[in-house]
């Protein structure tokens, strides 16, 4: 538990469910509560473990503590965590979803000045609708050498996505909102997806409202990136343009991801590996969490401590002098951190 | 003769249930012109080869002039046999539809462009262009990434083939609404063309001297489905020690194409993938005004260009690249064992592609089509 001394103005404490994860969650962990001290945010941390325990009734659930406090407290903070191959139960992140509906995604891609990429200049976010799609997990076998997938698409999922979607354009001051799709090819239920984004961006008449093909997005988007903006679409979809966008702007390592639910949950991630092969060697690289926590900083409208902290991350990697070796460099997790929270105290 | 030809394509489907379709199936990319089942037109004293030409939307007719021109101006032995079939201009009928499978069934080859989906469906769910692919059973579509020289881009000295199943998968047209509000879509896997797809691309590996083939999948999220797909990809690679066999998951897949294409060699997998990675692929090398692909079927093969767009925003402007129907035409020509021409026309386009001189809009130029096309006669000869 952290104690702030010297808190400045009347910032009220904020609960913040924090989940270590396995791996090297734990040190990247530490080293964004760390990054947090230095920068005063008024945030007080409460860590939970979630590993998978048998409920009554034989359901697979998280601990209850763990529950009770994200209950409470709707934000939480979680690093990577582990899935066991035949522990018999479902993966943890599927349970957290069922869990606490975190019915989207949310990823923003922003270029990382000095760490470079072919791309540049990338700003974009995507939302994908996180409960339903191609992942609905209902496929059976008809006859022997014939599998059925379902892709399920409802009304009220499509409606609820695409008015988060608009929201966050808004709250977040974006210009534009697109729609992917394949609509020419599966005419019903995504045209079901766009007629509720169409008629949601009634609502929103100022913000841009476009659609585009999945195929056609793909194609501009290795080309030019820089013409998207907002990009909202379905479960399938969103699972891989997110990814192609944390690969233009560098990869999982650097790429901060939001989930939101239903009850006003939020839980913000690093969506990288647990990297078994260097936890506990103070080699990790901490920005993924530290960026999900500085998203986090923005949904509970700590702006100027989430602009500080973001700042002092990307002046580090800009300058060079202290990366991890997954950015290039040799230096250890500790002294990445020391410096971002250096910098960080010189920013105030 | 149709009655015929439906009598021997019926023949055809029924055998490829069974254990037979291992002969059909490593007919295909081999394929030759001449099908005894099926009549012939008389042999023309001339000797050109006929082929089928559809236009289709968008900026399709404008390609094809230039195809056309170019072929006349290189003196290839080719007739084409148009059709126009049309969704959106009001041109498609059932009638038209089984004209054109007439003419392509008779001719074996054919060129096209893309009849664009529109979204709005008027009875029937699939499109005509998923019906022309299923009644031809055109099974294999092969798009061809390769970097041009004296062209860069973000990522240089690409070469890669993208193999994708476009028969069945997520465009299965099976949908339907269970409760208002709700809707269903099906994607079916099968055994039998998971394993077709496959061994066409260990076959088309081992053709043309490939070292590996790599299947893309999210077996880990649809167990069943793309479990099956990968489960007769890793049996089929077991036929072919020579060839190196992994896979990927497909969101690993894109990000890796972005940041490192180059571990990549041949790439085979289920029709929406095939789909998003085709045009990921195109946009990596320039777009998809430069990259060929066709369609194989276990006789037929239809010549296209890689990524399949209308383009209808380029209409009557004169600013489409003609390069992508150009090298398909070229490739086309090989097919059809007239390998001279072949390499005269693909040799021509890459000249004036490599001098930089003329060049359309979408790759930084300032040409118009009729230019460029002007351009590659020009260098046809030398």
């Known amino acids: ?48 473990n979630v590993t998978a325990i048998k409920g009554p009734g ?53 270029s990382i000045e000095g760490y470079k990429t072919p791309y540049t200049d990338v700003d974009l976010v995507t939302i994908r609708e996180n409960t339903e799609g191609e992942y609905s997990g209902i496929e059976h076998q008809i006859v022997d050498g014939v599998v059925q997938s379902i892709k399920l698409i409802t009304e009220n999922a499509s409606r609820r996505i695409a008015e988060y979607a608009f929201e966050y354009a808004r709250n977040n001051q974006r210009s534009s909102v697109t729609a992917v799709h394949k609509a020419n090819i599966m005419r019903m239920s995504d045209g079901l997806f766009l007629r509720k984004c169409r008629e ?98 923005r949904h509970m409208g700590l702006h100027d401590h989430a602009h500080k902290i973001q700042k002092a991350c990307f002046d580090t990697i800009r300058e060079k002098k202290v990366l991890t070796k997954d950015l290039g460099g040799n230096s250890k997790c500790s002294e990445f951190t020391a410096d971002i929270c250096r910098r960080v105290q010189d920013l105030d | 003769m149709a009655v015929a030809l439906k009598r021997s394509l019926a023949v055809l489907v029924k055998s490829l249930g069974g254990p037979k379709w291992w002969q059909q199936a490593s007919r295909s990319v081999s394929i030759s012109a001449s099908l005894s089942r099926v009549e012939s037109p008389p042999a023309r004293a001339d000797a050109t080869f006929k082929v089928t030409m559809l236009p289709g939307d968008g900026v399709g007719p404008e390609l094809m002039t230039a195809v056309k021109d170019v072929f006349k101006a290189g003196d290839v032995p080719v007739e084409f046999d148009e059709f126009h079939l049309s969704e959106v201009q009001n041109m498609a009928s059932e009638d038209k539809l089984e004209e054109l499978l007439s003419s392509m069934k008779n001719n074996k080859v054919a060129i096209k462009g893309k009849i664009h989906t529109p979204m709005e469906f008027k009875g029937e769910l699939a ?37 994708r199943e476009q028969t069945e998968g997520e465009y299965s047209s099976l949908e339907h609404e269970s409760v208002p509000g709700v809707i269903e879509c099906l994607k079916i896997i099968t055994r039998a063309k998971s394993r077709r797809i496959a061994k066409f691309a260990f076959d088309y590996a081992t053709k043309k001297g490939r070292n590996k083939v790599t299947a893309v999948h999210k077996a880990n999220i649809m167990k069943l489905g793309d479990g099956l797909f990968l489960q007769c990809c890793a049996e089929v690679a077991q036929l072919y020690p020579k060839i190196k066999y992994e896979n990927i998951i497909i969101d690993n897949c894109c990000m890796q194409l972005v940041q490192n ?74 097919h059809l064992n007239l390998e001279y021409h072949s390499h005269m026309v693909s040799d021509a386009v890459k000249r004036v592609i490599k001098q930089g001189k003329v060049r359309t809009g979408d790759l930084g130029g300032y040409a118009t089509s009729d230019e460029f096309t002007q351009a590659v006669i020009a260098n046809l000869a030398v």
Request: aromatic share 6%; hydrophobic share 45%.
């Open chain 2, 127 to 163: 499109s005509y262009e998923m019906r022309l692919r299923r009644k031809l059973d055109l099974f294999a579509n092969v798009v061809h990434v390769n970097s041009l020289p004296g062209y860069s881009t973000r990522h240089n000295n690409l070469d890669l083939v993208i193999i």
């Open chain 1, 58 to 110: 034989g359901r697979w659930m998280i601990p209850p503590d763990a529950k009770e406090s994200m209950d409470r407290s709707k934000i939480g903070l979680k690093g990577p965590l582990k899935t066991p191959i035949a522990a018999g139960h479902p993966s943890m992140n599927l349970l957290l979803r069922k869990t606490f509906d975190l019915y989207a995604n949310v990823r923003p891609c922003i």
């Open chain 1, 1 to 48: 538990m952290l104690s702030n001394m010297n808190m400045p103005r009347l910032a009220q404490m904020q609960t913040v469910t924090l989940i270590p994860g396995d791996g090297i969650g734990p040190e990247i962990s530490s080293a964004v509560v760390k990054i947090f001290q230095a920068a005063n945010a008024p945030v007080s941390w409460e860590e939970r």
């Open chain 1, 200 to 297: 949601v961006a009634e609502s929103y008449k100022d913000i841009k409202f476009t659609e585009m093909y999945l195929d056609t997005v793909c194609l501009n988007m290795v080309q030019d990136p820089t013409q998207f903006d907002v990009l909202v679409m379905p479960n399938l979809y969103g699972d891989i343009l997110s990814d192609l966008c944390a690969g233009l702007i560098g990869g999982l390592g650097v790429t901060p991801s939001g989930n939101i639910g239903a009850n006003g949950v939020a839980i913000f991630e690093s969506v990288h590996g647990t990297a078994p092969d260097i936890a506990g060697l103070d080699l990790a690289n901490p920005t993924a969490l530290l960026l999900s926590g500085v998203m986090m900083l």
């Open chain 2, 261 to 334: 294409p180059y571990q990549f060699d041949v790439l085979v997998m289920p029709n929406l993938y095939g789909n998003i990675i085709d045009n990921l692929a195109a946009g990596l090398v320039g777009g998809a005004g430069v990259v060929p692909g066709e369609s194989y079927s276990a006789e037929y093969a239809v010549f296209e260009t890689g990524a399949r767009h209308p383009f209808a925003q380029a209409v009557g402007r004169n600013i489409a690249n003609p390069t992508a129907m150009l090298l398909s035409a070229a490739n086309m020509l090989r």
